[in-house]
């Protein structure tokens, strides 16, 4: 077993070593790390924008989707760990305008009217769709319950 090096005072409390320093040190230490944080961010940014140049190449050919939304794990400056969703799909319109658009003279089951407004063109990659068409069903005064399970839209012309 290798034998311990002794420690001098100076690297063994690094508090001690700036107490020691002249103000002029501590002015120059502060610059260089300035110095070096502002390249390392330049750096970081250019390495970002290849990243996406390469994304937008891989998502031309076809190789890569849109982003998913899993959830990523991040650390705040705080250092509190925090759950961040990737962003939402990129759908012109909201869910009720597309249950009205597809429900409009029919009577549709809750599976029926999720799978009619996909086939409609509305994106989502929840593992629960057709839990949130049943609620959106259940909450607007635009659907009737004709049944167990079974809607229509409602015709609100009085």
Known sequence: MAAK?????????????L??????????????RQRIATQLERKRSQLLDQVAAVEAELRAIGHLEAPDSTPRTVRRSSGKVVTRRAARG?????????????MTGQILSVS??????????????SKTFRTIVNQT????ESFTKVERGRYTKTDNTL
């Open 19 to 32: 107490s020691r320093a002249s103000l002029a040190q501590l002015e120059l230490e502060l610059k260089r």
């Open 112 to 125: 029926e009217a999720a799978d009619a407004v996909i086939a409609n063109g509305y994106i989502t990659t």
């Open 137 to 140: 069903l259940l909450a607007n």
């Open 90 to 102: 990129g759908n012109s319109r909201t869910l009720l305008d597309h249950l009205e658009d597809v």
């Open 5 to 17: 090096k002794p420690t001098s005072k100076a690297h063994s409390n690094p508090l001690e070593a």
